[in-house]
């Protein structure tokens, strides 16, 4: 991580000299490269960095770092790919309760990689605007991936015949969020969206369990052991 900094600092300089640079990172470099105790390359690398004015903030960005860690994991044909003849598919769950709010969903690439994402709300929804929350979620995770064609599986009859605009969304709330999803749909060159069976999404539906069964204020890392 340290000498990730430093190759930035180089190829940046100028960037770097000019202004205040943040950091945003869960890593505790901040910590690690004031040690009294440095010796070797790591301290000429925390020589090279003190010349800097940069501050350390967690990163609080779930997008980047889901993405990041995705790409890596991807075989290198992935990347050399056209992604635009090939179908994405996106299965969403959610749970609502007085306090909390939970959004479950797991995204298949077209060379079958999944994406689990669990996202914690905060702030009060009913299931429906959850629900929403979830496609809107999804979405914008396979727009950041370059998906053109998704197809939307959700065990909520009602929002899903909202979308396909079988069923007004009368409320104003959930105007607002079916708006959301319709703006995210208009960026990809063709989707579909069906009521699946909540036998075939027990995986998001886990997904979410974890977001509403524990007290999450930021990102965390949950080791399962077999």
């Known amino acids: 991580m340290t000498l990730t900094l430093c190759v930035v600092t ?14 945003l990172t869960n890593h505790p470099l901040k910590v690690t490269l004031h040690k009294p105790d440095l010796s070797g390359r790591m301290m000429k690398w925390a020589i090279e960095l003190s010349e800097y004015d940069i501050q350390y903030k967690p990163h609080l960005s779930l997008k980047g770092q889901i993405l990041a860690n995705f790409i890596v994991k ?14 994405w598919i996106l299965h969403v769950n959610r749970a609502s309760r007085v306090l909390e709010a939970g959004v479950g969903l797991v ?8 994406l689990e994402q669990s996202v914690c709300l905060d702030f009060p929804a009913s299931n429906k ?5 979830a496609i809107i979620v999804g979405l914008e995770l396979a727009l950041a991936l370059a998906a053109s064609k998704v197809e939307i599986g959700s065990d909520s009859q009602i929002v899903v015949e909202q979308i ?7 409320d104003e709330r959930m105007s607002c969020h079916l708006n959301g ?3 995210c749909l208009a ?27 524990l007290p999450i204020t930021k990102y965390i890392m949950l080791p399962v052991y077999v």
């Open 10 to 23: 180089k190829k940046l300089r100028p960037c770097f000299q000019a202004h205040q640079v943040t950091i």
């Open 74 to 87: 991807l075989p290198k044909k992935w990347v050399q790919t056209n992604t635009i003849n090939h179908w």
């Open 107 to 114: 995204l298949l690439s077209f060379i079958g990689k999944p």
């Open 129 to 133: 605007e959850v629900e929403y929350e």
């Open 164 to 170: 396909q605009q079988e069923y007004e969304a009368k």
């Open 181 to 183: 999803v319709e703006s």
């Open 187 to 213: 960026k990809l060159s063709d989707w579909r969206v069906k009521c699946i069976p909540h036998e075939e999404n027990r995986k998001a539906d886990a997904l979410v369990r974890v977001v509403v069964a």
